[in-house]
């Protein structure tokens, strides 16, 4: 009678409790292995929305002011400024490590908005983000551009 008393069997083992704890948390760091490539991705996401989004308030300041709004990249201090009448209007770092601007049909210094909001000369610009690329280009007439991935 007292064997059967001992031989509770109801529980767990310390090896099988081990073996569940080791699987639980191999599931869970799985998410924080990738989280540094979407990191990356959402930082270059945001500074190319950001560049987008200060051309156009070049472009808007020229138009509101009647007055050329030059746009111009500093690889050397990593930043790009925007400048209206001899004045800087607006003065920002590149936010993502290892970003440089390459001169393509447009050098560093070409981006102007004219006072009805047109760019004074079309072309393009590479966006170098590590081991990424865009492409920024002006449209003649009318003031468009984009920026693509390449």
Not at 15 to 34: G, N, Q, R, W
Not at 86 to 104: A, N, S, W
Not at 126 to 148: A, P, Q, S
Request: aromatic share 8%; hydrophobic share 45%.
């Amino acid at each position: 009678m007292d064997k059967l008393y001992f031989r509770n069997e109801k529980g767990h083992s310390l090896l099988e409790m081990t073996l569940v704890l080791l699987i639980i948390a191999t599931v869970l760091t799985l998410p924080l292995v990738s989280l540094g490539a979407v990191a990356d991705a959402s930082e270059r996401n945001q500074f190319i929305y950001q560049l987008q989004q200060d051309l156009y308030y070049a472009q808007q300041m020229a138009l509101s002011q009647q007055l050329v709004a030059s746009v111009v990249f500093l690889n050397g201090s990593k930043e790009y400024i925007i400048r209206q009448g001899g004045e800087v209007i607006l003065r920002r770092k590149f936010q993502v490590e290892g970003t440089t601007i390459v001169q393509g049909t447009l050098s560093l210094t070409d981006i102007s908005f004219l006072p009805n909001g047109n760019v004074q000369k079309s072309g393009s610009l590479t966006i170098r983000m590590n081991d990424h690329r865009y492409r920024l280009v002006l449209l003649l007439g009318k003031g468009r551009f984009y920026i693509e991935q390449l």
